[in-house]
């Protein structure tokens, strides 16, 4: 599914290039549920963002689902995230202004799809998640648990081949977390959804099939759960 070769992000600090990520050698398939984890400014979010086409690299070649995202323009890359990627934030995210709702459906409104079919679409997803009875309010109105599956249900909205979550459960109590990782789980093996989260959890990672520790903008170890 994807394919990362020798890829490197640097800043300029005070003239010296400081590598965040470097020299970056990964590959994913189709189907994988991966945790990144490793210390604090170790790279995980830049090495999330880069997978996920938000971030460009400085250096190196990037391939997903067919296309050598290296080569692309900006509006290329955003149209292929569109495409085929949803991405869960640690604080959500959601549109304050908008009800769960209008959030859950505002991806399909992007890719122009009727609103018959949203419609139907949002109503399946509230359905799945339980969470009919809060369509109609807003996001302040919901619990932090409430709140990320309604983030994760925009995100897989539009049935994107590829997850992204970046620590789903950090703003979580352990039960809501423990939710979230089932529902991750489930969604990995009966949908087929392939899934890359960064987690400081262990008990988090043991959801997954592989695990790759990052240190200072290296990949220190990999390892099958
Ligand atoms: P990010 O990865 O998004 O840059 P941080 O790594 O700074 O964010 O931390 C994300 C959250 O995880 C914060 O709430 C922080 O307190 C917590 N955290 C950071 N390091 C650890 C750790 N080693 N073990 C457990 N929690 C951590
Ligand atoms: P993690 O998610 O593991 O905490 P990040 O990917 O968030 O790590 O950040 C890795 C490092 O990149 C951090 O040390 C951070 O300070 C640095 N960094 C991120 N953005 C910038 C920037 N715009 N300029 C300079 N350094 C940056």
New binding site residues.
């Given amino acids: 599914m994807l394919s990362l070769k020798n890829i490197s992000k640097y800043?300029n600090?005070g003239g010296a290039k400081?590598y965040?990520l470097n020299k970056i050698d990964l590959e994913i398939d189709g189907g994988e549920f991966v945790s990144i984890m490793?210390p604090?400014?170790?790279?995980?979010?830049?090495l999330l963002n880069v997978i996920g086409l938000l971030d460009a690299p400085s250096e190196g070649y990037h391939y997903f689902m067919g296309e050598a995202v290296h080569q692309l323009k900006e509006k290329q890359r955003a149209a292929l995230y569109k495409a085929n990627i949803g991405f869960v934030f640690q604080a959500y995210h959601l549109i304050d202004e908008l009800t769960v709702y209008e959030n859950i459906e505002t991806p399909l409104i992007y890719q122009d799809v009727k609103s018959g079919e949203r419609k139907a679409l949002v109503a399946d997803i509230l359905d799945r998640f339980n969470i009919v009875g809060k369509k109609d309010l807003f996001p302040a109105q919901l619990s932090g648990g409430q709140q990320q599956l309604v983030g994760i249900a925009r995100a897989l909205i539009a049935k994107p081949k590829l997850l992204l979550a970046d620590e789903p459960t950090g703003n979580l109590n352990s039960k809501q977390g423990e939710e979230i990782m089932e529902l991750f789980r489930k969604l990995n093996k009966e949908d087929g959804v392939t899934i890359i989260q960064?987690t400081h959890s262990e008990k988090n990672a043991e959801f997954g099939s592989r695990v790759i520790n990052?240190l200072d903008g290296k990949i220190d170890s990999s390892r099958q759960v």
């Fill in positions: 800043y600090v400081t965040v490793g604090s400014g170790s790279g995980k979010s830049t960064v990052l």
